[in-house]
């Protein structure tokens, strides 16, 4: 529901409208028909490649296109494979429908895996070209999205089935899924130069299955101490909530936008608090969580800020990059918390699509802010070490997970199904995989125990996947980005950020290709700024010591990735609802192991779990 509140009279006003209707994203399934394929082989054989780029689109378009099903929605499947030359095709939109484009692209018996540069295409030598594209809006460039393969015609023997989830996903053309993307720290997938319309428009209409009833007092008493420390006037301003979340948002919080309105100035934050549903809040131990976020803001953060301040680091050299923060509080006992932060959207920053692997620029500068932040916290451990007691915090994800807990059995269960994700064949990797889940909770415990990675031991972020990052871009570029979400916030070995994010957010091919130059990246940054804090790496931090963290305290990285992946391989709304799930556990003390990986699209799953433990094992990290 959306909530109003009006200072003049001082009691809610809760407003209630029908729910909102505006469509989602569309990621329809493909029904490949007889006669699609029997024209994907004709064009394979009597196609020449010399053929200008418009008539060949023109020809597949006419061959290809079939009329819209009214129980499904249209997706279009191109085969085209070059006898010397690639032929590009590119599908203008149709404004009226909203239409998704796929090219299923097969090499002689595999896949190629697809590679993306933020919407736009890694070079390659053989490529057919795979289009995704979503409803118009006027300041929303056209995307499109190449997948690397030749077509092999011959080895379609499932004609009907569905292709999925292997593609980047442009914004969503709906304002309720808008509002609920909250800063990024959503599970909602976007691609990172998409438009977007002014985070300002009115409130949507609240999804009933988000809210169990009106938003608490608690919530409205934050923003109205943030309003009048904002300067908005006590008794004429008016708060509004929009409240509308997707399934699998946050497991442990929830995210709404509020609106602050006084004449014509009107204001924008993000409020994150405690799931509404208790049984969700208990199960996850949510105020654990906000207990640890609030500290991250409230002391820790400014802690890492002022001491650079003070040794005369610029922004641009050192580690600012979070989102502003006007309130944040915890009381456990209550069970009421309130984070308030900057809508980030405002200034145009955006999320990566999250069914896409990272790439190059946008890993890039990852790297480089994960370098800087561990760079102030060994800085920081020399010269404030009072201060620094502080950063000592445990890791909160033993709370969440207790000794025969269910979560337990799901870590077990998801490890037992990326071991299975491996070829029969390969003997070393699942013998490997499997003495990991016979001794996972040991493992987990050894990976996140800062007192086993002195002296290194840093303040890390925690929760490094690409949701919680947010990028700016500048001439298509990204050049800037913030990291969210300081929920798990820990001391511990700094290669856990950096295992977490390479092995969760790339692919194989990434690694194959760039994992070394990563390692680089991060650990030039975190020199340089050492230096710039007066301190010598070579004696606080060497390289040497960074490749032997690796080898102790990598394997965390497929620790995270069992759980992860198979979320970066589904679509939003194929994610389990985590109020219903919630419920369902407190009614039956049962919880359904398989809700993250069965809905997973089981291509991008297999290949992507599979090259991570693969790696894991050739870098000597498990």
């Keep these: 529901m959306a909530g109003e509140h009006n200072t003049e009279s001082g009691t809610e006003q809760p407003v209630v409208s029908e729910r909102a209707t505006a469509a989602t994203p569309m990621e329809a399934s493909v029904e490949k028909s007889s006669d699609a394929v029997d024209t994907a082989v004709e064009i394979v054989e009597e196609k020449k490649v010399d053929q200008q780029q418009e008539t060949v689109q023109q020809e597949l378009i006419a061959d290809v296109v079939e009329e819209e099903k009214p129980e499904q929605q249209q997706e279009i499947v191109q085969d085209h494979v070059r006898e010397e030359n690639i032929a590009e095709v590119v599908v203008e939109e149709k404004p009226e429908q909203q239409q998704e484009t796929v090219q299923d692209a097969l090499r002689e018996a595999s896949v190629e895996k697809m590679l993306v540069d933020g919407g736009m295409m890694e070079e390659t030598s053989v490529a057919v070209q795979e289009i995704v594209e979503e409803p118009h809006h006027e300041d929303s460039p056209d995307v499109s999205v190449k997948e690397e393969a030749v077509a092999d015609v011959s080895a379609v023997t499932e004609q009907t089935e569905a292709v999925e989830n292997n593609v980047t996903t442009e914004q969503?053309?709906?304002?309720?899924?808008?509002?609920?993307?909250?800063?990024?720290?959503?599970?909602?997938?976007?691609?990172?130069?998409?438009?977007?319309?002014?985070?300002?428009?009115?409130?949507?209409?609240?999804?009933?299955?988000?809210?169990?009833?009106?938003?608490?007092?608690?919530?409205?008493?934050?923003?109205?101490?943030?309003?009048?420390?904002?300067?908005?006037?006590?008794?004429?301003?008016?708060?509004?909530?929009?409240?509308?979340?997707?399934?699998?948002?946050?497991?442990?919080?929830?995210?709404?936008?509020?609106?602050?309105?006084?004449?014509?100035?009107?204001?924008?934050?993000?409020?994150?608090?405690?799931?509404?549903?208790?049984?969700?809040?208990?199960?996850?131990?949510?105020?654990?969580i906000f207990s640890r976020e609030t500290l991250a803001y409230k002391s820790l953060l400014p802690l890492i800020f002022t001491y650079q301040e003070e040794k005369g680091i610029s922004r641009e050299d050192g580690f600012f990059n979070v989102p502003k923060c006007y309130y944040a509080e915890c009381d456990e006992t209550t069970e009421q918390s309130v984070i308030i932060m900057e809508d980030l959207r405002l200034k145009d920053y955006r999320m990566w699509n999250k069914l896409v692997p990272v790439n190059y620029e946008h890993a890039r500068l990852t790297m480089q802010q994960l370098g800087r932040l561990h760079a102030v916290s060994l800085a920081m451990k020399r010269d404030r070490p009072a201060d620094f007691e502080q950063f000592k915090v445990p890791d909160p994800l033993e709370v969440m997970m207790p000794e025969g807990s269910p979560f337990e059995a799901m870590m077990i269960k998801m490890l037992t199904d990326a071991k299975e994700t491996l070829e029969p064949h390969e003997t070393k990797e699942r013998t490997k995989m499997q003495k990991l889940i016979d001794n996972m909770r040991q493992e987990m415990k050894t990976c996140t125990d800062g007192a086993l990675a002195e002296p290194y031991a840093v303040l890390g972020h925690g929760d490094c996947w690409v949701n919680n990052f947010m990028f700016h871009y500048k001439n298509g570029a990204p050049e800037h980005v913030i990291l969210l979400d300081w929920q798990i916030t820990r001391y511990v070995s700094p290669v856990t950020d950096l295992s977490y994010f390479i092995f969760c957010c790339t692919d194989g091919e990434f690694r194959r290709r760039h994992y070394d130059e990563m390692m680089s990246i991060y650990y030039n940054s975190l020199e340089a700024l050492l230096e710039k804090l007066g301190h010598n790496p070579q004696e606080v931090f060497p390289r040497t010591a960074l490749m032997r963290q690796l080898r102790r305290f990598g394997r965390f990285g497929i620790l995270m990735a069992i759980f992860l992946v198979p979320m970066l391989c589904t679509r939003n709304e194929d994610l389990p609802d985590m109020d219903e799930a919630a419920e369902k556990y407190r009614e039956t003390n049962e919880m359904d192991l398989n809700a993250m990986t069965l809905n997973a699209n089981q291509r991008a799953y297999r290949e992507r779990m599979s090259s991570a433990i693969r790696d894991m094992v050739q870098y000597g990290y498990l």
């Design 172 to 288: 969503a053309n709906s304002e309720l899924e808008k509002s609920a993307e909250l800063n990024g720290e959503t599970d909602v997938a976007e691609h990172p130069v998409a438009s977007e319309e002014s985070s300002t428009a009115p409130p949507a209409v609240a999804d009933a299955a988000t809210s169990s009833g009106e938003l608490p007092q608690y919530l409205y008493n934050a923003m109205e101490q943030v309003a009048i420390e904002q300067g908005f006037t006590v008794g004429k301003f008016k708060i509004e909530f929009d409240v509308g979340s997707n399934k699998g948002d946050g497991f442990v919080g929830q995210m709404f936008k509020a609106f602050l309105q006084e004449g014509e100035r009107r204001e924008v934050f993000l409020c994150k608090i405690p799931p509404l549903n208790e049984a969700r809040r208990q199960q996850f131990q949510s105020m654990t």
